[in-house]
């Protein structure tokens, strides 16, 4: 997932009031490189809020700059577009605020990431957060469009504030990574929305990483809708494995997959189980099984996959998914036979 070239660094210091704004004044499309694209004729600097409104700006160049808002105008098109392969847009801070990467009042501009990759992390530990709104009012709908080959990493992302009805994540592609957990895409307005995965793959923690758990709506009921999208979950043993923790509905009827790599030479037993995705509370439920992709070498026979009703709860929901490692039978004769066969040349030498 690292990509070598282009790193743009863009260190977020909310809470930083008094951080001068530098404007975009590029017209309607350009390149953020170009000096005489900024209202100070330089671009911004660590010390600077990049404000971009009605532009589509593309990321072209390493760059360090104190907050980002896409814009604050009602009607904009404002966008920051990464759509090069060895670009990486690093949104880091190191106070203990949340970060967030559409950040305005109300936020209404779209990050595009089509190639290249995206990371929103607190260089204190903390979690690192992109909020789509931050805002009360009807007017919030910060957008992220993923897709192609894009990689968003983020700790936590955030539809925000309660009123930001039109606050939308779009997966058409490309591959998001939560360390920590989606976060209030629950109530709005007197009902659900929930969060769609739309087509991306979603990696709890990683790809290739141990043992990661995420939360989905664990603030606010979440209902998951994994769409035609993929989950992957890497497993390194029995106890060492990606799980989800969820409060909410986690629907996995429309065609989705769900995809398990084995991590360091792993080789499970048989009988072994792995509760995937688990309840945050009694709320908690589960609907559909998803296709099975299994690691090279396996039969999607040699699993089974199921929900089953772990939490005691009023209306009997199955809450828990567990997939457990079920060698066919043949399988197991050959793994017997070939162990006996052992056996006998160890005697006879």
């Not at 577009?81 to 880091?92: C, E, F, G, Q």
């Not at 990759?117 to 009807?138: D, I, K």
């Amino acid at each position: 997932m690292k990509r070598v070239g282009l790193v743009l660094v863009a260190l977020l210091m909310l809470g930083t009031a008094s951080n001068a704004s530098n404007t975009w004044v590029g017209g309607a499309s350009g390149d953020w490189s170009n000096p005489a694209n900024w209202s100070t004729a330089t671009q911004p600097s660590s010390s600077e809020t990049a404000v971009i409104n009605n532009a589509v700006v593309t990321a072209d160049v390493p760059a360090a700059f104190g907050q980002l808002i896409l814009s604050n105008v009602a009607n904009s098109n404002a966008t920051l577009l990464v759509n090069n392969p060895s670009v990486t847009l690093v949104i880091a801070k190191s106070s203990t605020e949340d970060v967030s990467g559409a950040y305005a009042d109300p936020a209404i501009g779209t990050l595009d990431l089509r190639a290249g990759s995206v990371r929103v992390y607190n260089t204190s530990g903390t979690n690192g957060e992109y909020r789509l709104s931050h805002s009360y009012t009807a007017t919030c709908q910060g957008t992220i469009k993923l897709s192609g080959v894009g990689i968003l990493d983020l700790d936590v992302l955030s539809k925000g504030d309660k009123a930001a009805v039109n606050s939308t994540f779009v997966g058409t592609g490309g591959t998001l990574i939560i360390r920590n957990q989606i976060n209030k895409f629950g109530l709005v307005s007197g009902g659900y929305s929930g969060f769609h995965l739309g087509s991306s793959l979603l990696a709890p923690g990683g790809i290739g990483t141990v043992g990661a758990q995420i939360g989905v709506g664990l603030s606010q009921n979440t209902d998951f809708f994994a769409d035609t999208g993929t989950l992957e979950f890497d497993i390194a043993s029995a106890t060492s494995y990606d799980q989800i923790k969820g409060r909410g509905t986690c629907d996995l009827t429309d065609g989705a997959a769900l995809s398990v790599q084995f991590l360091a030479g792993y080789t499970p037993a048989a009988q072994a189980s792995w509760d995937l995705w688990v309840p945050y509370d009694a709320n908690s439920s589960g609907a559909g099984i998803p296709t099975l992709r299994v690691p090279t070498g396996y039969n999607a026979g040699d699993f089974s996959l199921a929900w089953l009703d772990m939490v005691s709860d009023p209306n009997g929901w199955a809450d828990t998914l567990r997939l457990t490692y079920v060698p066919e039978p043949a399988a197991l004769v050959m793994l017997v036979g070939g162990l006996g066969w052992l056996l006998i040349r160890r005697k006879a030498a």
